[in-house]
């Protein structure tokens, strides 16, 4: 079993930042992929960013340019920084862990932008 703990969200103004951190524990096998997913009120989940512990990443096109996802593998750990931010990036964000045998996801984390 891999667990998975998002921190970092909160409420910021338009054009601010924030980073988001997800811890995973747990028996963490080689070949895994890491994503930040999102939720906006009303809608369904959508992948934000992934990457995969040999450093390949995937971006949503919203996000290019403003938003840079991390891991640092010696401590299991993501990050997604994120810069510029605008009023629709408003959502719960989670923190998913995959591999061939789990697919893990985390609490969830709010993030808040106003206008």
């Known amino acids: 079993q891999v667990q998975v703990v998002e921190s970092g969200g909160g409420l910021v103004q338009a054009g601010e930042s924030l980073r988001l951190s997800c811890a995973a524990s747990g028996t963490i096998s080689r070949f895994n992929t890491m994503g930040w997913y999102r939720q906006a009120p009303g809608k369904q989940r959508v992948l934000v960013a992934t990457?995969?512990?040999?450093?390949?990443?995937n971006y949503v096109d919203s996000v290019k340019g403003r938003f840079t996802i991390s891991r640092d593998n010696a401590k299991n750990t993501m990050y997604l920084q994120m810069n510029s931010l605008k009023p629709e990036d408003t959502a719960v964000y989670y923190c998913?862990?995959?591999?061939?045998?789990?697919?893990?996801w985390g609490q969830g984390t709010q993030v808040t932008v106003s206008s």
């Open positions: 998913n862990f995959r591999d061939f045998r789990i697919d893990s």
């Open positions: 990457i995969t512990d040999g450093g390949t990443i």
